[in-house]
Each structure stands twice: as C-alpha cells, then as structure tokens.
C-alpha cells in the first residue's frame, strides 16, 4: 500500500519551507525502520509555519499532547479542543488535525509499528483499545493531568539526546506509559457535522483509495479492496459511504474502486512483464480465475487477450 512515510509525514507538519525540514531529514537518513522521534510543539510553531495536517492513511503511530485551541476532523465528525488534551494515532484512524489559533503548546511522538513490535514490548499495538479504529482517540484532561503526561514527554526529550546504549528500550516503555496513562482517560465527545461532511467523507475516501497506487511491486497487495473495508476505515455506515459518493459523483463504492483497480490491472498488463497471478495478487485476488472474471467484467476482455 502507498502510504506516506516518515519523511513525508516531516513534509506535512514542518512545510516545506520550515527551517528545520533539511536537519531533520539528515539526521534521520540511513535509520532503520524502527522509527522513534518526539518533538516540543511550541518550538516547532515559533520555528515553522503551522499549517493543517491533511487527510492521509498514514504508516506511523503518532501521540500529541495539545495545549490550544485545535480542530480534529474524521469521518462526518469533528472534535474541537478548547485547552488541554491527548491525542492517540495509528495508520488505521484517517482524520486531519487544524490548529485553530498560534498559542501552541505541548509535545508529540512519532514511531513505527516496527519500533513498538511485539518481540520488543510484548504488546499487539493494534490490540489496545486505544489504538482501535471503531473507538475513541482524543481525551481531554486537566491542567494537573497535562503536567503529568508532560513529564513523561520531557523524560522522552532528554532520553533520546542521550547516549546511552538502551535508550530506545527505554524510550519503548514511556511510550507505554503514555499509552497506560491514556487508556485511563474520559474520551472527548465527537459531534456530527452535516456541514461538508459528504464532502469530507467524499475527499478523504479517494485520498485512501489513490494513496494505494501505483502498485509497483508484485508483494505490494492492495489494503481496502471493499466498500465495508472503506466503510470500516471512515467510520461511516456503508449506506451512507455509498449514498454520499453517488450523490457526488454519479457512482457506487463498488463502481469506483472496480474502476481503478481495472486502470491499475491495465496499466501492470501493459507496462510489466509480471505473470498473470502476481498481478492478481497485488491486487488483491487470491484466485487466478476471481481476477480473471472480474477483469473480463469490466473490459469484456479476459487479462491474457487484454496483454496480447
């Protein structure tokens, strides 16, 4: 799947223009892909430009701690944070971050799935209730609860400038303990807003289906293949996925992912020399003949005539 990386993930909160995007970028060249990097909020807003965090299926797990006043947009809902709060991340919650105003404060921490494996933490991270997509993600707190997480974040900032030799076995467990301390708190309630909302839903669900393309390896396999699998992952009933994308565009789910999933299909066809059952499987088709039917379906051409 296409998403964005690390790198791209720097590009989105510093711009482009952020005096700090080249020195970030050279110090984490060459690191493997057990990421970890925790960062001052309001060094990076007296630095850098702010600038909304767009909609995107992002690789990384991210917790921010926020002092502000800030907007979290997902899905056909919003959450408006006033002071105080503790935001939980992972690639499966697709949601975009607006700060409302530059009095901001507070710290944050990006790292891999790879960095919080299960060998090394002894945890499933996508098995904690705070990193499920169907729950909560955004806590409020008190000033007194805030001060409290913070000092976990600050252990974070003098740890990873150390040199100690374990000190990302150490960083592992104050991520633990930010997400033990997170799990004990009373999620902010989201309001729906019919306010843009079809449009909302109707940009970030072709932000997730573009983000899965070009395939450009046979062992790169689609993610969302279904309508329920979009569905799931914009936290929208499918009849409302399906009654908002027809409304603006004419089409079904179904109809929109069959469409691009037959342009890639042509486009492996013509321009790689991969067999037939390798481009079924990164598209996501366990069965030569599932593609081949499909296929036939939508070109009225089987994938071997469609080649020849």
Avoid at 148 to 169: C, G, P, R, V, W
Wanted: glycine letters at 2%.
């Amino acid at each position: 799947m296409a998403d964005i990386s690390i790198k791209e993930f720097y590009k989105d909160v510093f711009s482009k223009d952020c005096c700090l995007l080249d020195k970030i970028l050279s110090e984490e060249k060459g690191q493997d892909i057990g990421h970890f990097n925790v960062f001052d909020t309001g060094t990076l807003y007296q630095s850098c430009k702010s600038q909304p965090m767009p909609y995107n299926r992002r690789t990384y797990y991210k917790i921010s701690l926020i002092k502000g006043r800030n907007k979290v947009e997902f899905a056909d809902k919003e959450i408006e944070i006033s002071d105080c709060a503790v935001l939980f991340a992972s690639p499966k919650i697709p949601y975009r971050y607006t700060p409302l105003d530059q009095q901001q404060s507070g710290h944050f921490c990006v790292f891999t799935k790879e960095f919080m494996s299960l060998p090394k933490t002894a945890l499933l991270l996508d098995n904690l209730p705070i990193f499920n997509p169907n729950g909560d993600f955004v806590y409020e707190i008190t000033t007194e609860q805030f001060l409290e997480i913070e000092h976990i974040f600050l252990k974070m900032h003098k740890e990873i400038k150390a040199d100690y030799t374990f000190k990302y076995d150490l960083l592992r467990n104050y991520v633990i303990e930010l997400i033990h301390t997170g799990q004990k708190l009373k999620p902010m309630f989201a309001q729906a807003q019919n306010h843009n909302a079809a449009e909302r839903i109707s940009t970030l669900f072709v932000e997730l289906l573009e983000r899965q393309f070009p395939i450009e390896t046979p062992n790169q396999v689609l993610q969302l293949k279904t309508a329920k699998e979009f569905a799931a992952t914009l936290h929208v009933h499918i009849n409302h996925l399906n009654k908002v994308l027809k409304d603006i565009t004419g089409k079904t789910t179904t109809e929109i992912i069959s469409s691009r999933i037959t342009q890639e299909a042509k486009i492996l066809l013509q321009q790689t020399n991969w067999n037939i059952s390798e481009i079924a499987f990164s598209l996501g088709f366990d069965e030569i003949a599932h593609f081949s039917n499909f296929f036939k379906k939508q070109t009225f051409q089987s994938p071997m005539a469609f080649r020849a």
